[in-house]
């Protein structure tokens, strides 16, 4: 049996990150189009959401994952998952180091915005076409407002998989269900 977890701004939640639900005042800022001709407003808006993940540490939803060693697929943009220790496909990328704060605005996959290419939805697809019945896709902290994440579980279920839903409280939901699954 195959277990790969999709994780979004839920799972962070817990570590002290606000969703963009939360914050539209960033939200709505996070388009090619406003970074293009917002230079220095869309460098500032980088630099809150640095803010805002700065000192930010995975949480036991993270760790669990990397210690049971299932493949991550994460809209998220924090890293929390590659300082847990999962090799994460980040599909909306990272955010720009300190030096490159600068020229934020210029830059593609630091992150993904809206209207830029997401070159890693093509490895989501594939990693989830790849389960099978009896298979599980584990779906941590998303919403269904994004396409690839009702895509996603859509193909998942064509597959024949089971999806588990963790929407709340996902750093004690995690290890518990993983430790269900492993006994079964």
């Known amino acids: 049996m195959k277990i790969i977890a999709f994780t979004g701004a839920g799972i962070s939640k817990q570590s002290n990150i606000p969703t ?18 917002h230079h220095e ?15 930010a540490k995975p949480n036991d939803a993270h760790i669990a994952l990397a210690q049971y060693k299932i493949p991550v697929i994460t809209m998220n943009i924090d890293g929390l998952h590659k300082q847990a220790g999962s090799d994460a496909l980040e599909l909306h990328g990272g955010l720009p180091e300190d030096d490159e704060m600068d020229i934020a605005w210029s830059l593609y996959n630091k992150p993904v915005l809206y209207g830029d290419p997401a070159p890693n939805y093509a490895k989501a ?50 290890r ?7 006994k079964e």
């Open 20 to 37: 963009f639900m939360e914050r539209p005042d960033i939200r709505e800022k996070l388009f090619r189009d406003y970074a293009n001709t």
């Open 176 to 182: 518990k269900i993983l430790e269900n699954i492993k």
């Open 41 to 55: 407003e869309y460098n500032e808006v980088v630099k809150q959401l640095k803010a805002n993940m700065n000192g």
């Open 125 to 174: 697809y594939e990693m989830v076409y790849d389960l099978k019945l009896g298979d599980i896709f584990l779906v941590i902290g998303c919403s269904f407002h994004t396409a690839i994440a009702v895509d996603l579980r859509e193909v998942a279920r064509s597959r024949g998989a089971r999806i588990i839903e963790i929407q709340e409280d996902a750093a004690h939901n995690v």
